[in-house]
């Protein structure tokens, strides 16, 4: 990964936070909590699973750049949304954790020199070492795509009978 590439990295992921909370602050609970289905998740659950990812990455880039031959531990994301009270947090407390957790993450990378990109750990589920380039670039990629499916979710909640009467989108 060139210098040039990491920094463009490193700008897409910096910016996710305020896409998010743009996309969000204002939203009626109702959209908030709307679930297309049992097993699919709401915006709220998507808001906490992007703060607990930033602890995740923020972990695993740490072990990465400063333990020696680290193993990542695997996580399941459902059971993380079904037993951690994803549905508890307000949005402005999870939208701040979100930000603040991505900010540190961004500071401990932009202090990096070019050969810790290729600094790692083993990761299980993936049965190699997975790079510090490699969590930068799903850093980069993971809020816009959630992004992506929190506008789909929006459009659902917005469009779904209700007694006749649509519920309010900002």
Do not use: C
């Amino acid at each position: 990964m060139t210098a040039q590439e990491f920094k463009k990295l490193l700008d897409a992921a910096d910016k996710s936070p305020e896409q998010v909370a743009r996309a969000v602050m204002g939203l009626p609970a109702k959209v908030l909590q709307y679930k297309p289905a049992p097993d699919k998740w709401s915006v709220q659950e998507i808001l906490a699973h992007l703060a607990d990812s930033e602890l995740v990455y923020g972990y695993r880039l740490r072990q990465a750049i400063a333990d020696k031959e680290p193993t990542f531990a695997p996580i399941d994301q459902d059971a993380w949304a079904a037993k951690l009270g994803y549905m508890e947090p307000t949005t402005p407390e999870l939208i701040a954790l979100y930000s603040l957790l991505r900010r540190a993450n961004l500071r401990v990378l932009r202090r990096l020199m070019p050969a810790d990109l290729e600094k790692g750990g083993f990761h299980p589920e993936h049965k190699r070492k997975v790079t510090v380039a490699e969590i930068v670039e799903m850093m980069a990629k993971h809020g816009p795509s959630h992004l992506e499916q929190i506008e789909r979710l929006k459009q659902m909640a917005g469009s779904r009978p209700t007694g006749g009467k649509k519920p309010r989108v900002h």
